[in-house]
């Protein structure tokens, strides 16, 4: 059974830097052709792909945020970490983390988390 | 980039009626990489269909893809009542990922 949970702080302030963890279950990121990816949504709106690591460390960015993103993995703890510098209430949204089952096909996210909603604001 | 526009952005259907769906890229979007997925009011998107036309798993067979190049449909050819929802398209191409802006399908 394939789970995904999104952690970490539900409220940050301008300037500042949003760590999020996502935690897996029921596959690993060793598992070649393995990805997980990082969206957003904020309140309202459409869905925006972040970010997303691959089993043997790629790494790729979404191009209008990519000087503001990291992601990263622990694939001993089956955790992907994202960070996001510099944030700004229009950041605020609900982050989820998606698996991507590219031992198949890499185009889609199979299986999500719940999401967190982040709110930036002083 | 690629950009995905969905119409209608609201589509107002009884139960029991045949929904479609549309997805329009600006560029030709290669059918294996076009997705569609659900998303009820306070929950995580679900994943219907992948590579235009195949189904996830557990998705029942009133939903129906399909589509080539820069148009797509996803089709739900009679409504239940919990297919009220969200629905969003998504491509994958040279390493990146988009979204069109959504159809919201609501009772009518």
């Known amino acids: 059974q394939v789970t995904l949970r999104e952690s970490g702080p539900a409220l940050v302030k301008p300037t500042q830097t949003l760590t999020l963890t996502c935690t897996f279950s029921?596959?690993?990121?060793?598992?070649?052709?393995?990805?997980v990816s990082w969206i957003r949504q904020p309140p309202g709106k459409a869905l925006e792909w972040l970010a997303r690591?691959?089993?043997?460390?790629?790494?790729y960015y979404s191009t209008s945020l990519k000087t503001r993103l990291t992601i990263s993995k622990d694939t001993s703890k089956n955790q992907v970490v994202l960070t996001m510098t510099n944030m700004d209430p229009v950041d605020t949204a609900t982050y989820y983390c998606?698996?991507?089952?590219?031992?198949?096909?890499?185009?889609?996210?199979?299986?999500w988390g719940q999401g967190t909603l982040v709110t930036v604001s002083s | 980039e690629i950009v995905l526009t969905q119409s209608p952005d609201t589509l107002s259907l009884s139960p029991g009626e045949r929904a479609t769906l549309s997805c329009r890229a600006s560029?030709?979007?290669?059918?294996?990489?076009l997705a569609w997925y659900q998303q009820k009011p306070g929950q995580a998107p679900r994943f219907l269909i992948y590579?235009?036309?195949s189904r996830a798993t557990g998705i029942p067979d009133r939903f129906s893809g399909s589509g080539s190049g820069t148009d797509f449909t996803l089709t739900i050819s009679r409504l239940e009542p919990e297919d009220f929802a969200v629905y969003y398209c998504?491509?994958?191409?040279?390493?990146?990922?988009?979204f069109g802006q959504g159809t919201k399908l609501e009772i009518k």
């Open positions: 998606a698996r991507i089952p590219g031992t198949y096909n890499y185009g889609y996210f199979d299986y």
């Open positions: 029921g596959f690993s990121l060793s598992t070649s052709g393995m990805c």
């Open positions: 690591i691959d089993w043997d460390d790629d790494k």
């Open positions: 560029q030709s979007v290669s059918s294996s990489y």
């Open positions: 590579g235009a036309s």
């Open positions: 998504q491509r994958y191409g040279s390493s990146s990922y988009s």
